[in-house]
């Protein structure tokens, strides 16, 4: 008589066989997810970047003219007032300044002219937190004819922003 039953041998080998199958897509699900999870933490840099690039060309190009200047507090820091058509608040011809505090660049947005720094008490303005940096400097080119501005920025994760601008209404 012929038996048509696997063996018990048989049905262990194959447990095994699917176990080892398993254990291979399990490792590579895993790596999947981590590697998914690095992209996602890369977009997000790159993306808080490029916004960050297009706040400030957007502030420097649509300046109205002759309103930007720069304050030069130390050799890492400079504070920077203009009067620009951008808005990131919907405003319209808003005051921006960029100021660093306590290693921490900052995107400020007002309706009134900022005057002065350290700010009056009586300053009402947005505070955008661009990120923590180690150095912003922004340089005014000797050309009287253009008005040309170099922003370089270095951040703590040592990536950095050199944006070379010309202000579209002089």
């Known amino acids: 008589m012929k038996k048509s039953a696997f063996t018990l041998i048989e049905l262990i080998i194959s447990i095994v066989i699917l176990s080892i199958l398993m254990l291979f897509l399990y490792k590579s699900y895993a790596a999947l997810n981590k590697s998914n999870a690095l992209l996602a933490t890369e977009t997000q840099e790159l ?3 490029e916004m960050i690039k297009k706040s400030i ?11 930007v200047k720069i304050l ?3 050799n890492k820091e400079d504070v ?3 009067q620009t058509k951008d808005s990131l608040h ?7 300044a960029y100021i660093m505090k306590e290693h921490t660049l900052y995107r400020l947005e007002s309706l009134k002219p900022f ?4 700010l009056g008490a009586d300053s009402e303005f947005v505070v955008d937190k661009l990120g923590e940096v180690k150095s912003f ?6 050309d009287t004819k253009n008005e040309l501005y170099l ?4 951040f703590k994760d040592k990536s950095e922003i050199l944006l070379k601008m010309k202000v579209l209404n002089s």
Do not use: C, G, W
Request: hydrophobic share 30%; charged share 30%.
């Open 80 to 82: 920077v007032f203009m």
């Open 151 to 154: 922003v370089h920025i270095l």
């Open 72 to 74: 030069k507090q130390d």
């Open 90 to 96: 919907k405003r319209i011809n808003p005051y921006v």
């Open 115 to 118: 005057k002065e720094y350290p």
């Open 137 to 142: 400097r922004t340089y005014k080119s000797k």
């Open 47 to 49: 993306k808080r970047t």
């Open 57 to 67: 060309y957007l502030d420097f190009t649509t300046a109205l003219s002759k309103s």
